[in-house]
């Protein structure tokens, strides 16, 4: 069957749909897909209206006032008087050559190109979140396996102690498991060091 775009629900985890639902809306490379979208998508209105006329209007207004002494008095005795001057103009550029239909299909491929471009980026953006996420639950799950490690070796390395104090045992049986525990809490530094790694990543990812 064909999977959802939103494939990541399939998980049927809310935290995760949470998370991936908040770094849709706030991470920046998505916000600007949608406002190159946008762009796009305006620019075609923008050249379908060159299948239309162009109608323009203006209108100017003047107000003056004449001198009885220079002019004769008209006969309604006002010497002020006010004209009106409207305009409206109308053109429209016929496309004979078909440059308005070209125009109009080039950017119209553009925002489709624009369209996948901003789908792109969701996919990519939802992927790596989910890799991300998943990653880090991981090695928070290696942290608390090394912690009860830690704490197993640390209880043997007691029991192995009072045994030697007692005779039972031998100081290369002690020097042994302290080994062992040395060995097991070295790798606790770098997974704490990943996990941070990862939940930066997946701070910048999630805007």
Do not use: C
């Amino acid at each position: 069957q064909d999977i959802s775009g939103e494939w990541w629900t399939l998980f049927r985890s809310k935290p995760l749909n949470d998370l991936i639902e908040r770094s849709l809306r706030a991470n920046p490379d998505v916000k600007a897909a949608r406002a190159a979208l946008l762009v796009a998508r305006e620019n075609v209105f923008a050249q379908r209206g060159s299948y239309y006329p162009n109608i323009g209007g203006s209108l100017s207004a003047s107000r003056q006032k004449t001198s009885a002494q220079i002019s004769p008095t008209p006969d309604s005795g006002d010497l002020t008087f006010n004209l009106l001057t409207p305009q409206v103009t109308v053109s429209y550029v016929p496309d004979v050559f078909g440059l308005n239909r070209r125009t109009l299909e080039s950017l119209t491929a553009q925002e489709q190109q624009v369209r996948f471009q901003l789908a792109a980026t969701h996919i990519a953006l939802s992927t790596n979140i989910v890799t991300a996420a998943i990653q880090e639950a991981s090695l928070r799950a290696q942290i608390a396996a090394v912690h009860e490690l830690i704490t197993i070796n640390t209880g043997m390395v007691q029991i192995l102690r009072k045994q030697f104090e007692r005779g039972y045992v031998s100081r290369l049986d002690v020097a042994a498991q302290e080994s062992q525990l040395a060995q097991v809490a070295a790798t606790l530094p770098p997974l704490m060091k990943q996990l941070g790694q990862q939940r930066d990543l997946l701070a910048v990812l999630s805007g």
